[in-house]
């Protein structure tokens, strides 16, 4: 079992920039696939960007592409989403996640199966 813990959500200027990290109790999370999704009010968990375990390949949904990056550390055990040039529309609660499966972008929630709790990220205009 997977204990995954996301943190650096918060307020942030529009054109501002967070940095999310996730990190894991109980296992290493080198063994995995990682992803990040976000939700905001009223809308579907939506995929944001995938790491593969080794973090050779990495992919990044439309949305977000040329502001967010997905990078890990494994040997401190944790995962990063670099946000940049925030925007409100960007606004939502940010979840990390793990994969078993280690092939291919995984865009949907169901293709992982081990969850952070999530963390609060406001951008203001």
């Known amino acids: 079992q997977v204990q995954l813990v996301d943190s650096g959500g918060g307020p942030a200027q529009a054109g501002g920039s967070l940095r999310l990290s996730c990190g894991a109790s109980g296992r290493t999370l080198s063994s995995y696939d990682m992803g990040w999704f976000r939700q905001a009010p009223g809308k579907e968990r939506e995929f944001v960007a995938d790491i593969s375990w080794s973090g050779s390949s990495t992919y990044v949904a439309d949305s977000v592409k040329g502001r967010f990056t997905i990078s890990r550390d494994n040997a401190k055990n944790t995962v990063y989403l670099q946000m940049n040039s925030l925007k409100p529309e960007d606004t939502a609660v940010y979840y990390c996640?793990?994969?078993?499966?280690?092939?291919?972008?995984?865009?949907?929630?169901?293709?992982?199966?081990?969850w952070g709790q999530g963390t609060q990220v406001t951008v203001s205009s």
């Open positions: 996640a793990a994969s078993l499966v280690r092939l291919g972008v995984k865009p949907r929630t169901r293709e992982y199966n081990y």
